[in-house]
């Protein structure tokens, strides 16, 4: 191809909404309102009624929406949270954040989220909550996760960060748990302009607390119920993101129809991503797995296609949380954080490109 295949074009993807954004941005300017307005208050209902929950919190960040419902729950310091080793930084840096232990399980190796026959072993006297991750748009098998939540008295907490509308059986992401944790960051299926998040849930008490945690602890101006978080979703971003809601479901069947190209004609030697039946995965990322990973991402870059690697170094890995995790062992994060490649699937590729792709993967040698 003579244009570079970028992995991502954030400019080009947004271009396609200048319009509407253009009229969003001036709707909020004239307003003269910017904080916790009316825009907030619409997406609010709009997403919530998307995910198919009684409430949706707007808030400032994904890492925000993380921490908020676990502090919600007011845990005894040094409660454990149990999450996946495979997991993005953000998710461990939640539990720390909201006081908790991040207690890691292995995950399943076809799908990459959380395995639930793994979390069992895990469980301690201190364990509070299971926080799973739906990784690269693929819910987790929540049937399975809710009862073994159910049987220990345990808090569920849904990543959503990457699953925006994926759904398990008959229920979206975010509507199978206590309480859903989404980022729109400007990459996610549903994407900001800026850092942005959102908590989903069907717990009057607990989003009753998580309105008042977001804005200092406050309800009622000047009165502080909770040491709470300067963590709102602010009008414009609110704005932007109800323009490009209505459009979620193009996008992701996009995506879809995308990674079907992928599917259908990567060659078998690569590990492609799973389907199954009760799933409907919306590929925020569609990864690869290949022993030659690096050697693989470089011919892709000669070849004019850029590519990513969600992610390079597992969390026990990281300089930062080496610590947290010593002498702790986690080899089939390490084996999919080693061999994981990510294809362009943006909602501004095209079916050509991607064939483009698949056909300079199977090429590789």
Known sequence: MNERIEYESLLKVNALFKADYDAAFEAVLQSGWFIMGKQLADFEKEFATYCGTKHCIGVASGLDAIVLPLKAYDFPEGSEVIVPSNAYIACILGVINAGCKAVMVEPDINTYNINPDNIEAAITTKTKAILVVHLYGKICNMTAINHIAQKHDLKVIEDCAQAHGAQHVDKKAGNWSDAGAFSFYPTKNLGALGDAGAITTNDDALAEKLLSLRNYGSKKKYENDHIGFNSRL???????????????????????????????????????????????????????????????????????????????????????????????????????????LSLPISYCHTEEQVNYVADCVNNFK
Request: proline residues 6%; charged residues 30%.
């Open 234 to 340: 602010d009008e414009m971003q609110a704005a932007f993101l109800r323009k490009k809601l209505l459009k979620l479901d193009d996008i992701n069947q996009h995506k879809n129809k995308l990674a079907s190209i992928y599917n259908s004609k990567l060659d078998d030697r690569f590990i492609k991503p799973v389907a199954e039946t009760e799933n409907y995965d919306v590929f925020h990322i569609y990864n690869i797995r290949c022993s030659k990973r690096d050697e693989l991402k470089s011919y892709l870059n000669d070849k004019g296609i850029g590519t990513e690697i969600h992610y390079p170094t597992p969390p026990h890995k990281q300089p930062g949380y080496r610590q947290l995790f010593a002498g702790q062992t986690f080899p089939l994060s390490e084996e999919i954080h080693a061999t994981t």
